[in-house]
């Protein structure tokens, strides 16, 4: 249900700057989402739909580009994908790694016309 909120977030983000560019309608909003944010696209894009009717947005595409989750560990400076959630370095075994992509939520882009 977080995908509401997340969903509104953008709508008045993509409203806002179609406005300030003085666009007659929004065509399309690009997102990141990373992995480990678990925000569910199909939702995400279902909200915006429903939140843009009537609105400069209105019909407007949500494209989201799925960031994968990658992780390094600072013992042996191996980077690897945490698989089913197991947060240990493949290499050496140390629990101490560091996430370095898959946590990203934002909008990469707004097309307007």
């Known amino acids: 249900m977080h995908e509401l909120s997340i969903a509104r977030e953008i709508v ?3 409203l806002r700057k ?3 560019a003085g666009a007659s309608r929004i065509e399309s909003v690009r997102v990141r989402i990373g992995e480990f944010t678990a925000v569910e696209p ?3 894009r279902l909200y915006f ?3 843009t009717e009537g609105t400069l947005a209105d019909g407007a595409a949500l494209k989201a580009e799925i960031v994968p ?4 560990c600072p013992a042996c400076d191996q980077p690897f994908t945490p698989e089913a959630l ?3 370095c493949p290499g050496c ?4 790694i ?3 992509s898959g946590r990203e939520l934002y909008v990469e882009s707004i097309e307007v016309t």
């Not at 075994?93 to 101490?96: A, I, L, T």
């Open 12 to 14: 008045n983000i993509a």
């Open 18 to 20: 179609g406005e300030e």
């Open 42 to 44: 199909d939702c995400l």
């Open 49 to 51: 739909g429903a939140l």
């Open 69 to 72: 989750l990658r992780a390094v």
């Open 86 to 88: 197991c947060f240990r």
């Open 93 to 96: 075994g140390s629990p101490d």
């Open 98 to 100: 560091s996430i370095t």
